[in-house]
C-alpha cells in the first residue's frame, strides 16, 4: 500500500479581511472553496480591524504602566476572530475548531508585546485536521512557559501563520490581504505596475524594509530560515496573486523586481564639524542610546577640513533625535545642525545589483534626466536607494518603472 | 510565635460595574480603599456591560451552531475587564496581576455554555496575594480537563467568586451590584421598603427564584453548600449592604423577609378534560419534553367530573406550550384551552410559614380587602405566591409590604 503525503496549506486573515461579520461569512466561503482542492486547511486570523483599534484606545486610556495586562487585553481580539469564523464554517456545514495560543500551545519567550515563538505543538492540530476539521488558529499570540499570555508585536499573524506552516511541513502559506499580490511598484502612483509573479525572500525583505507594507520582514525572515512559500493574495478577488519563495524558483528574466518609495522618513545634518577620528560614534551612540533607528548615513569633508554628517530616521522620532544631536553638535563645536522632513527614499529592489554597475548609474541619469535632485544614496546586493525632495516621489517611481521597464510582459 | 490567620475576602463586580473606563477606574479607587482594611482581595469581574451585549449580538449573527464556539466568543468579555482592571489597578501603584480560567486553572465539566464548576487550583492566586498583588480574575469561564474554555451560564460571574471563596476559605464574598442590598419589596414599587440586614441563604433563593433578581439561585445555593458569607452592595456608593448567610445569623425579628413579584409569567387552563386518573402526567410531560418549565399548578374537579387544569409557564415559552396543549388537549377530549399573559405572581417570603397557618390568611385578607382576585396558590416552607391580575402588582406589594409591616425598625 503506498502512501500519499496528504496536501496541508496554511491560510492567513487579516484585519480588513475579517473586518465584519459579513465579511468572516465571505472569508469561510472561500476556505470552503479551497477545502475540496487541497486535504488539509489550517486558517490563521487576525482581530477584526475595528476590534484591534477599540482594544488599543481602551488600553491607551490606562496607560502602558503593564505590557503582560496589555497582551491578556489585545489577546482577545484574535480570540473574537477565530470563534466567530468557526461559527460561519460551521454554519456552512464546514466542520471547524478554533484553536487560541495557549491550547496547543504556541509557546514564546517572556517578551511582552513583543514575543519570539520558541516552539509550537502541532498534536491538536493535527487532530482537529485527522477528524476531518479546518483548524482555525488565532494569530498574534502565544503563551509562555510559566502561562503567561503574549503578543508578537507587528506583524504578528503573519508570523504565525508561516511558523505553522513550518511546524506541520505545510505544502505552503497563502497570506490574504487586502492587495492581491507584490507590485513593481505602487500601482495608485502609476497604472503601468505591474503585479510580479514570484520574487525571492531578499527582494521581499528589502520591498518590505522600504514600505511596501505587504508583508512584515520578520515573517519572510522566518519563511526565508525554513523555506516556506508563501502566495499573498486578496481576500476579496480571485486574483492568483505572488508568490514569495527562494531564488532559485524565481523567474530568470529582468534583474529589477520592482520601483518602491517611502516618506516615513527625516534627514538630519550636523554642519561643519571639526574633522577628526570618532565623529560618527560620538553622533550615533548617543541615538542609539535613545532607541532611535538610524537609516542612511554619508559624511563628507568639506572646506576648512570640517566635515557634514547627514542621516536620516524614522520622521516620528525627529523630534526626539533633534534634542540628542542638537547637544551633541554643540559638544563637538559643530557650525549647526539643519533637518529637512519633505523627503523620500525612493529604491529599486532586484537581485545582483553590485554585479551589474550599469544598473546604479541607469537609475542616476534617469533622475537626473528629469531633473530630480539626489541628496544620499545607498546601495546594496539587492537594491539601490535614493534620497530625494518628497514632491518629485510619484514622478521618480513613473520614471524608474519605465526606465526598468518594468511594465512589460516578461517579468 | 502564633499565627493569625491573614483576612481574605473575593470581590466581585458586575458588568455595570466595569461598564466604562471611568467606572473600572472607580472600581480600581474601591479597591485600593479596602486593601487597607484586609490583608488579601482576590477580585472576580463580568464582562463589560456593553462588550457582552455586543458579543451576543455577534453570535446571534451567526447563529449557535456550536456552543464551544460561542464560549470562546463569550468569554473573551471577561479577558478584557480583567486586563483592564488590573492596568487600572497598576496605575494607581496597586500591584496586580489578571487570570483568565486556564491559568489558574478552573476545571468544569463539558457543559457549554452551561458549565459546572468541578475543581479550583489556587496555587497560583495564593502565589500572586504572597507577592501582595490583588488577584484579579475572569468570572464566568472555566476550563475542561480537555483544555476546552467553558462558560458557567446565568450568573456566571457570582458563581466563580463565591467558588473562589469556598477554594480559598476566604472570610466572605462581596458581590458589587448597581443595587445597594435586598429590600423588603423593590423601592421603586414603594418608597416604604427596607434595606434588610441579613437574609438567609434559602430565604435568598425564594426571592431570587421570584424575579428579585439581586444574587443568581445558582450561586446561593453554592454558598449554602460551602457555608459562604456573602455581602450584596452597591459600587455605586458606600452604603452597608445585605449580609446572605445562616439563619441563625439572621435577625430573629419578624417572620416576613419581604415582599416580591413577577410579571414573566402567563397563564394556561386546559378546560374541561373528562376526569379520569394520570391527566396531569399526559399534559405536563410532553411539556417537560420540550423543556418548557411549568411552575404553579392548581387542577379543579368541576361539573360533569371534568376537570380544569390550570398552571404558569415562563411567558416566553408560551407560544411553545400552547402548541403541545392545544394537541394535548384535543387528545384528552378536552372542552378547551385557555390562556392569560396578564398576570403577576406576588410572594412573600420568610421563615417558618407552614408552622404560622396566620400568615397565608392574613395575606389573603389583605389581597381581598382591596378587592384583588387570586387565581393560584402555592406555598413552601419559606414563600406564599400568589397568582394575580397584573394590573393590581404595584398596589398588592403595598399592601402585603403594610400588612406585614415591613417598613419598621424592627427587622
Not at 500500500?1 to 480588513?16: D, E
Not at 466561503?29 to 486570523?45: A, L, M, S
Not at 492587495?179 to 525583505?205: F, H, N, W
Request: aromatic letters at 4%; glycine letters at 10%; charged letters at 25%.
Amino acid at each position: 500500500m503506498s502512501i500519499n503525503k496528504r496536501k496541508i496549506i496554511v491560510q492567513k486573515y487579516g484585519g480588513t479581511s475579517v473586518g465584519t461579520v459579513e465579511r468572516i461569512r465571505e472569508v469561510a466561503r472561500r476556505i470552503q472553496g479551497r477545502k475540496n482542492k487541497v486535504d488539509e486547511i489550517v486558517v490563521v486570523v487576525s482581530a477584526m480591524g475595528k476590534e484591534t483599534d477599540r482594544l488599543v484606545s481602551l488600553a491607551r486610556e490606562l496607560g502602558t504602566a503593564s505590557l503582560r495586562e496589555q497582551d491578556v487585553l489585545l489577546s482577545s481580539g484574535e480570540q473574537v476572530s477565530v470563534a466567530l469564523l468557526s461559527m460561519a464554517l460551521l454554519e456552512r456545514g464546514v466542520k471547524a475548531r478554533s484553536f487560541l495560543s495557549f491550547q496547543l500551545p504556541i509557546v514564546t519567550d517572556e517578551r511582552h508585546s513583543a514575543a519570539i515563538i520558541k516552539q509550537i505543538n502541532v498534536k491538536n492540530i493535527l487532530d482537529s485536521l485527522h477528524e476531518g476539521e479546518i483548524a482555525v488558529v488565532a494569530g498574534f499570540q502565544g503563551i509562555t512557559l510559566s502561562g503567561n499570555i503574549t503578543t508578537l508585536g507587528r506583524g504578528g499573524s503573519d508570523t504565525t501563520a508561516v511558523a505553522l506552516a513550518a511546524a506541520l511541513n505545510a505544502d505552503f502559506c497563502e497570506i490574504y490581504t487586502d492587495v492581491d499580490g507584490v507590485y513593481t511598484c505602487d500601482p495608485q502612483v502609476y497604472g503601468a505596475a505591474r503585479k510580479l509573479r514570484t520574487i525571492s525572500y531578499e527582494g521581499m525583505m528589502e520591498l518590505a524594509g522600504l514600505g511596501a507594507k505587504v508583508l512584515h520582514n520578520r515573517c519572510v525572515e522566518l519563511a526565508r530560515k525554513y523555506n516556506v512559500k508563501i502566495l499573498v493574495r486578496s481576500s476579496f478577488n480571485n486574483s492568483e496573486g505572488t508568490w514569495v519563495c527562494e531564488e532559485e524558483e524565481e523567474m530568470e528574466g529582468a534583474l529589477i523586481s520592482g520601483v518602491t518609495y517611502s516618506r516615513g522618513e527625516a534627514k538630519i545634518s550636523v554642519l561643519g564639524v571639526p574633522d577628526k577620528p570618532g565623529i560618527a560614534s560620538l553622533i550615533f551612540i548617543p541615538l542609539a542610546d535613545m532607541g532611535i533607528n538610524v537609516d542612511m548615513i554619508i559624511q563628507n569633508i568639506g572646506r576648512n577640513k570640517a566635515a557634514d554628517v547627514t542621516f536620516t530616521v524614522p520622521e516620528e522620532e525627529l523630534a526626539k533625535a533633534l534634542q540628542v544631536v542638537n547637544k551633541v553638535a554643540t559638544e563637538l563645536g559643530a557650525e549647526g545642525v539643519d533637518y529637512d522632513q519633505n523627503i523620500a527614499k525612493i529604491s529599486i529592489v532586484g537581485g545582483g545589483m553590485r554585479s551589474n554597475p550599469g544598473v546604479a548609474s541607469k537609475m542616476f541619469q534617469a533622475l537626473a534626466r528629469e531633473g530630480i535632485n539626489i541628496m544620499m544614496i545607498s546601495t546594496s546586493e539587492i537594491k539601490i536607494s535614493c534620497v530625494i525632495d518628497a514632491r518629485y516621489t510619484e514622478l521618480a517611481v513613473r520614471i524608474l518603472h519605465d526606465a526598468f521597464e518594468l511594465g512589460g510582459n516578461s517579468v
